[in-house]
């Protein structure tokens, strides 16, 4: 029964950092072709998973356990299903995109892509770790290659904003070590399956169950970002390199929406109903807000960070709406958010590196100079704001839908009622940037901009793609996930 | 008499005597080096040499062999090993102390491990004293402004800590009437259970011997010398200042609170919740104090004052855990095993940079990881072993230790230190940013012998091995807290 196929996938990037790590000679273009060979044989590897998981079963699967240290009965023991199976594909993939991404890189290119690449090895290890100790340890693990990431190769303000993005993840993990510390001593377990699939069982023994829910909560919070816990975000968004960014977006946020999922409202099924209004508040406030303040933005990268935190509210909607189209839609939600902010990033830094400029005031016209980029960052705008056809459609509509028809929370029909605003909000914005940015008068000084290249053209055109399938077919991810949301929906005993 | 079950404390002595004797002897000082390490070699071969021998009696109750004396002794034999290999470029800024500094350290670990089996007040008192007084010397080895300042201050108020401590140790005698851990221990058990007027006078007694433990460990309130004895103190002397005095502090006041006064339950409690205040008291203090500082060997000992609170966390924990006591016992044993590791890597790190001129301010770190890549590898480590980031030792250390707390009832102090961590991470973290992202005022590589590199790879792998792999050494922690003699 143990397969290693997740173990080779969460080692595999680490192995190659190690590598690169070793021999302190190879040139700058060895060390890129490498992390290059290393994160795509991840994302083959993943693409074989996607294949072979099998969309009817229950359960995990790909299951891998030995025994790690017996005195706290810490196991290693990694395992997949079909909410962690689509994130942990999206994962390699965007580690694909930021390697290709950062192939400008000269600055210390050796130390850039050993960070880049145990930040992948770390985020895969989140999504597949089914110890509650393990888990803890990958989640952990993140902080320190991102701060690298942003301390040395990021811009602006950067020292500051990768101390603040270190400060608030690990304040939020500190909370979330607390809490699985507490879970630990009142279960004797730190098997997460195991312990939510006791279920009610353990609920009731287990004295605090209330403060234990939201200690591990805070972790999750902070990573979404949920809107109180939000302002690390925009500064990291913003300040990290490029490639970073996607990373941190597109599939660190997840790590956020994730946790939920698998922690608290599957081991505390009662209490995420008890306090899903709050948390719904939270989610609406977030869309709202994240979406008016993407109004004000004059940087591009802030913007899109913004608007992240608005679609990230999305997610938190579909998870605390407790019913199983809801969590279909989160699921979805963060796959397509994934696809999106990253091709939105991605554009935004082609543009941004090509220009010299990233205030929307001084861009504009930039479709006549840059005509792929514009047709690329205008689809990630289509999708971003929920066009029918994109994959941005499907989640918001399926996490509306199931939200709205949702029994287990009371007024939930007011809370996704006001939600929609936001897709009011969104469309607004989007559509105002991509014409302040990509159209109105022809600016002389963006005249010898370089349209995105080869490498460039190839990663946007995949995420159109993607976008695009996902969006058409969306029961290729539906078919995945549905299976195991409908799990965490027999826990909550509905 | 057995006096051959001290075999490994015979030899350190010896090996004193002899360092003293090859300094006079032999003009070239790497003779000294060889002979202390070549003794700490055989005293480690005769501590295996005693290990099988079940727990025993040495001395007439004065001294004990057991399981846990055992892990302290390997571990301050291990430290004084590594403190000495990191040293041997440093020590040439004190020439003309060759001898006198090697003895000296030789017998503060001969007090240390002493101290380890020591069940009597009264050889608790002298080995803590021997090791007290051997850092008195160490501590004013530069015979500079600074360090004569230091080692004045830690002279005084060591000795208002040792009437302290003899003062409470009176009040344990008088309500005792024994000298002897277990002669204490079938006194407390003859207390019935309800019975106040005996247990105040304990606790009493037992808070003074906290206090005075406490100077030993810096715990908030008695930390103030550290600071400055840490920050003026020749760098190897607090490297082993910051590890094996803490730690010995900590393995003689585990055994006095644990042996005898584990009953009546009230009274374990009592001083569990006053420990679990001074803790987190201690590692509020420590962070938070740590954080203006510019001075690294200053901040380091702010920060190994916070590292104290958390152990005081299992100490704590042990109070409130009435009779199942092995597994937070093993958790304080683990911590403490991480953080000697954290701090040889940090600590040696420092030495090797001021082996020449002092480097004290953290900007003289800067860009150090382009400079010499170990040293920037092995401080980062260290430091992140501190904050408690996984898959180090530091984080694993903190996991065992708060999961024992949170069983017993302390989820509150785990929740103070957990944000504690984050506090401590903003302070450790600017190192690190010195270290990787700071330009560096010279592009010169640091050099360092071999002697130093390889103290810098052991720590490194200590720490990786301790946060990846714990189960090899959760076994040498159970194994220390197993046996236990009163």
Redo the contacts between chains.
């Keep these: 029964m143990n397969s290693h196929l997740l173990s080779l996938i969460i080692f595999l990037p680490l192995a190659g950092a190690l590598l690169i790590g070793t021999y302190?000679r190879i040139p700058a273009r060895v060390v890129k072709y490498a992390a290059l060979a290393f994160t795509l044989s991840v994302l083959a590897l993943s693409v074989i998973l996607l294949f072979r998981f099998d969309r009817q079963a229950n359960g995990m699967q790909f299951q891998e356990i030995y025994?790690?240290?017996?005195?706290?009965a810490a196991y290693y023991r990694l395992g997949i299903d079909g909410i962690s199976l689509p994130l942990v594909a999206l994962t390699s993939l965007l580690s694909v995109v930021a390697v290709l991404m950062s192939w400008k890189v000269e600055n210390r290119t050796r130390e850039f892509f050993i960070w880049l690449l145990v930040l992948e090895s770390s985020v895969l290890g989140v999504f597949c770790a089914l110890d509650l100790?393990l888990f803890?340890?990958f989640w952990?693990?993140e902080?320190?290659p991102v701060?690298?990431l942003i301390?040395?190769w990021g811009s602006g303000d950067r020292?500051h904003s990768a101390?603040k993005y270190?400060?608030y993840t690990?304040?939020g993990s500190?909370?979330m070590?607390?809490g699985i510390?507490?879970l630990?001593?009142s279960t004797g377990s730190l098997d997460m399956v195991a312990i939510a699939g006791s279920g009610a069982a353990i609920a009731q023994t287990l004295l605090?169950a209330v403060?234990i829910f939201f200690?591990l909560l805070a972790g999750f919070a902070v990573k979404l970002p949920v809107v109180p816990f939000h302002s690390w975000q925009p500064d990291a968004y913003t300040d990290a390199p490029a490639a970073v960014t996607v990373m941190l977006a597109g599939s660190l946020a997840k790590m956020g929406g994730y946790g939920m999922i698998r922690l608290c409202v599957s081991i505390f099924p009662e209490v995420a109903r008890r306090y899903a209004p709050i948390m719904l508040a939270l989610a609406v406030i977030g869309i709202i807000y994240g979406a008016a303040i993407a109004f004000r933005q004059t940087n591009l990268k802030r913007l899109i960070a913004y608007s992240s935190i608005s679609h990230m509210g999305f997610v938190l909607l579909g998870i605390f709406a407790l019913s199983q189209t809801s969590l279909v839609g989160a699921s979805l939600q963060m796959v397509s958010h994934g696809l999106i902010t990253a091709l939105l990033f991605c554009t935004a830094s082609i543009i941004m590196d090509t220009t010299g400029e990233n205030d929307i005031r001084r861009l504009g016209g930039l479709a006549r100079q840059m005509p792929s980029t514009a047709t690329f960052f205008m689809l990630a705008g289509l999708g971003a704001l929920g066009l029918p056809s994109t994959s941005g459609f499907a989640a918001e509509f399926t996490t509306f839908l199931g939200s709205y028809s949702s029994s287990e929370v009371a007024g939930i029909k007011v809370f996704v009622l006001v939600a929609l605003l936001g897709v009011l909000l969104a469309a607004a914005y989007v559509l105002w940037t991509i014409q302040r940015v990509l159209f109105g008068t022809v600016l002389p000084v963006f005249n010898d901009s370089r349209d995105a290249d080869m490498r460039q053209k190839t990663y946007c055109g995949l995420f159109v793609i993607l976008i695009f399938f996902v969006g058409l077919y969306p029961m290729a991810v539906v078919s995945i996930v549905q299976n195991s949301t409908a799990g965490v929906i027999k826990l909550l005993g509905g | 008499m057995n006096l051959d079950l001290l075999r490994p404390e015979i030899c350190m002595a010896l090996t004193a005597l002899a360092a003293v004797g090859a300094d006079l002897l032999f003009k070239r000082k790497a003779i000294v080096t060889a002979v202390c390490l070549a003794g700490i070699a055989a005293a480690t071969g005769l501590t295996f040499s005693i290990m099988g021998n079940a727990p025993q009696i040495i001395a007439n109750r004065l001294f004990s062999l057991d399981d846990y004396a055992i892990f302290f002794k390997f571990l301050f034999l291990g430290l004084a090993f590594i403190v000495i290999v990191a040293s041997v470029d440093y020590v040439n800024r004190m020439k003309d102390f060759h001898g006198e500094f090697h003895a000296l350290l030789i017998t503060a670990t001969l007090g240390a491990m002493l101290t380890a089996s020591a069940t009597d007040i009264i050889s608790i008192l002298l080995s803590v004293e021997l090791t007290a007084i051997s850092f008195y010397a160490l501590v004013g080895f530069l015979k500079n402004g600074k360090t004569a300042e230091s080692s004045i201050k830690y002279v005084l108020l060591g000795a208002i800590n040792s009437a302290v401590l003899l003062y409470g140790f009176s009040m344990l005698f008088g309500f005792t009437g024994s000298t002897v851990l277990s002669g204490m221990e079938r006194a407390t058990a003859a207390i019935p259970s309800g019975g106040a007027a005996g247990g105040a006078g304990l606790l009493f007694g037992l808070m003074l011997v906290i206090a005075g433990f406490g100077f030993k460990i810096a715990a908030v309130p008695f930390h103030m010398w550290a600071p400055d004895v840490y920050e003026g103190a020749p760098t190897p002397v607090t490297l082993y200042l910051s590890t094996a005095s803490k730690i010995a502090g900590f393995a003689v006041l585990t055994r006095i609170l644990v042996t005898p006064f584990m009953q009546p339950v009230a009274l374990a409690r009592n001083w569990g919740i006053i420990l679990a205040g001074i803790a987190a008291l201690t590692m509020t203090t420590g962070n938070l104090l740590a954080i203006p500082q510019v001075n690294i060997k200053r901040l380091l000992s702010y920060s190994s004052i916070a590292q104290s609170g958390y152990m005081l966390v299992a100490v704590a924990a042990l109070g409130m855990s009435s009779s199942n006591f092995l597994q937070a016992r093993s958790s304080l044993l683990y911590f403490i095993l991480a953080f000697a590791f954290a701090e040889l890597a940090v600590f040696t790190a420092i030495v090797v940079m001021s082996r020449n001129k002092p480097a004290d301010l953290i900007s003289d770190y800067a860009g150090l990881a382009r400079r010499s890549p170990l040293l920037g590898v092995a401080m980062t480590l260290g430091l992140l072993s501190l904050m408690g980031l996984p898959p180090l030792a530091g984080f694993m250390g903190k996991f065992y230790v708060f999961t024992q707390a949170a069983q017993h009832g302390l989820l509150w102090l785990v929740i103070i230190a957990v944000v504690n961590s984050v506090v401590s991470a903003y302070y450790y973290l600017r190192i690190i940013k010195t270290i990787w992202t700071d330009e560096p005022a010279s592009e010169e590589p640091v050099s360092s012998s071999l002697g130093p590199r390889f103290a810098l790879a052991f720590a490194c792998l200590g720490i990786a091995v301790l946060g990846v792999a714990p189960a090899i050494i959760t076994r040498f922690s159970e194994f220390g807290s197993h046996m236990f003699m009163p």
Aim: aromatic content about 18%; glycine content about 0%; overall charge neutral.
């Design positions: 302190p025994s790690w240290i017996p005195a706290l100790l803890f340890v952990e693990v902080v320190v701060y690298f301390s040395i020292r101390t270190v400060l690990l304040l500190a909370l070590l607390a510390v507490s630990y001593y605090p403060p200690l």
